[in-house]
Nanobody, 122 residues
Framework: QVQLVESGGGLVQAGGSLRLSCVAS????????MGWIRQAPGKEREFVAG????????SYADSVKGRFTISRDNAKNTVYLQMNSLKPEDTAVYYC???????????????WGQGTQVTVSS
């Protein structure tokens, strides 16, 4: 079992930036792939970004490529999502999640945090 705690969400104007953090504990988290998944009201969960256990392979949804950057610090058991050039359509609850291997689908992640709200005003 992996425990994941997200932070860093909030309200920001369009064009602004936010940095989300996710602190992991429990199993050997440094050996797990990590991802960020979001869910907007009335929509299904959507994969946003993922990173492999070493941090040298990443994957992004087309909608965030060039604007978001995922990274990790295994010494701190922490994963980050740097979000730049935010748009109103990025408004959602953002979840941190873990999987054995890097996944590009939200449903392939096994352990989830409770989420942090990101709201982008126009």
């Amino acid at each position: 079992q992996v425990q994941l705690v997200e932070s860093g969400g909030g309200l920001v104007q369009a064009g602004g930036s936010l940095r989300l953090s996710c602190v992991a504990s429990g199993r050997t988290v440094s050996s797990l792939a990590m991802g960020w998944i979001r869910q907007a009201p009335g929509k299904e969960r959507e994969f946003v970004a993922g990173v492999n256990w070493r941090g040298d392979v990443t994957s992004y949804a087309d909608s965030v490529k060039g604007r978001f950057t995922i990274s990790r610090d295994n010494a701190k058991n922490t994963v980050y999502l740097q979000m730049n050039s935010l748009k109103p359509e990025d408004t959602a609850v953002y979840y941190c999640a873990a999987a054995r291997f890097l996944q590009g689908r939200a449903t392939r992640y096994d352990d989830w945090g409770q989420g942090t709200q990101v709201t982008v005003s126009s």
